[in-house]
T-cell receptor, first 114, second 112 residues
Framework: DVKVTQSSRYLVKRTGEKVFLECVQD?????MFWYRQDPGLGLRLIYF???????EKGDIPEGYSVSREKKERFSLILESASTNQTSMYLC?????????????FGQGTRLTVV | AQSVTQLDSQVPVFEEAPVELRCNYS??????LFWYVQYPNQGLQLLLK??????LVESINGFEAEFNKSQTSFHLRKPSVHISDTAEYFC??????????FGKGTMLLVSP
């Protein structure tokens, strides 16, 4: 089975802190994604990566950055956390091909910024 | 860009009743369509997917969805729900090499 592991289930951080959310997948997938999930808004794509050191902005990249130094790991960085970044963050991965393959999700990290 | 509309934010239903969760997408070209389920305090799991071929696809736990190209719909149905089906359901569309676009989700609430 594909396993996508997010390092923390729950995090509480202070406004202005630099926050790192880590995601690791064990299936040698090329593509990795970060979404945030908010009630009534569904999942919104923050950033994705289709290869090591490659990244693309999603729909809501403002206030976030990402790092992909190794194929299995994709990190989401909140440069200066703000209360409006309180949310559930979901990491996902999928193979580069075939194009029809679904994405596999981690358990999520619920981040609270106080 | 493609988009996904889930018409109901919440669907309450009694146990053993049938249910339909509606999903419409906007795209004029071939797409891949997915339904994901999220149980409380968990990540998303794939429920079923439509890639090509038969327009009716089924999951292992009794759900089915029908791809209707003329109505650009991919509604999810189950003839008899269980309490354990209580979860949030997300419809998603993927076109070509692009990423998944999700709907806002439908919360299915099954009561005894």
């Amino acid at each position: 089975d594909v396993k996508v592991t997010q390092s923390s289930r729950y995090l509480v951080k202070r406004t202005g802190e630099k926050v790192f959310l880590e995601c690791v997948q064990d299936m040698d997938h090329e593509n990795m994604f970060w979404y945030r999930q908010d009630p009534g808004l569904g999942l919104r794509l923050i950033y994705f990566s289709y290869d090591v050191k490659m990244k693309e902005k999603g729909d809501i990249p403002e206030g976030y950055s990402v790092s992909r130094e190794k194929k299995e790991r994709f990190s989401l960085i909140l440069e200066s956390a703000s209360t409006n970044q309180t949310s559930m963050y979901l990491c996902a991965s999928r193979p580069g091909t075939p194009l029809s393959t679904e994405a596999f999700f981690g358990q999520g990290t619920r981040l609270t910024v106080v | 860009a493609q988009s996904v509309t889930q018409l109901d934010s919440q669907v309450p239903v009694f146990e053993e009743a049938p249910v339909e969760l509606r999903c419409n997408y906007s795209s004029s070209v071939s797409v891949y369509l997915f339904w994901y389920v999220q149980y409380p305090n968990q990540g998303l799991q794939l429920l079923l997917k439509y890639l090509s071929g038969s327009t009716l696809v089924e999951s292992i736990n009794g759900f089915e969805a029908e791809f209707n190209k003329s109505q650009t719909s991919f509604h999810l149905r189950k003839p008899s729900v269980h309490i354990s089906d209580t979860a949030e359901y997300f419809c998603a569309v993927k076109k070509g090499y692009s990423t998944l676009t999700f709907g806002k989700g439908t919360m299915l609430l099954v009561s005894p």
